[in-house]
């Protein structure tokens, strides 16, 4: 199970922070990462981070957003600064077996109930 805390609402230029914690049912979890889905759109990978710290981000979050893990925690951060109005969206966290950074949906198993991120103009 993964569960996520840290979403709200916030002024453009503002700054969040997401944490995702797994229990321990979850095992063999190498990469953990945070999605998002605004509304009408598709899901999106935002960032991504193996259990050795490699990371991967998407294009439009780069310089702004930062993500983090305690593996002791079994827990993953995602600092978000410099926010804007289109980084709104519901936020996931996701756990993968895979030894990557990796960008694939279909990598992911398991996910959390999501946690909304709403960024005013």
């Known amino acids: 199970q993964l569960v996520e805390s840290g979403g709200g609402t916030v002024q453009a230029g503002g700054s969040l922070r997401l944490s995702c914690a797994a229990s321990?049912?979850?095992?063999?979890?190498?990469?953990m990462g945070w999605y998002r889905q605004a509304p009408g759109k598709e899901r999106e990978l935002v960032a991504a981070?193996?259990?050795?710290?490699?990371?991967n981000y998407a294009d439009s979050v780069k310089g702004r957003f930062t993500i983090s893990r305690d593996n002791a925690k079994n827990t993953v951060y995602l600092q978000m600064n410099s926010l804007k109005p289109e980084d709104t969206a519901v936020y996931y966290c996701?756990?993968?077996?895979?030894?990557?950074?990796?960008?694939?949906?279909?990598?992911?198993?398991?996910w959390g109930q999501g946690t909304q991120v709403t960024v005013s103009s």
């Open positions: 996701a756990a993968s077996p895979v030894v990557a950074p990796t960008t694939r949906t279909l990598d992911y198993d398991y």
């Open positions: 321990g049912s979850i095992v063999r979890i190498h990469t």
């Open positions: 981070i193996t259990s050795g710290g490699s990371t």
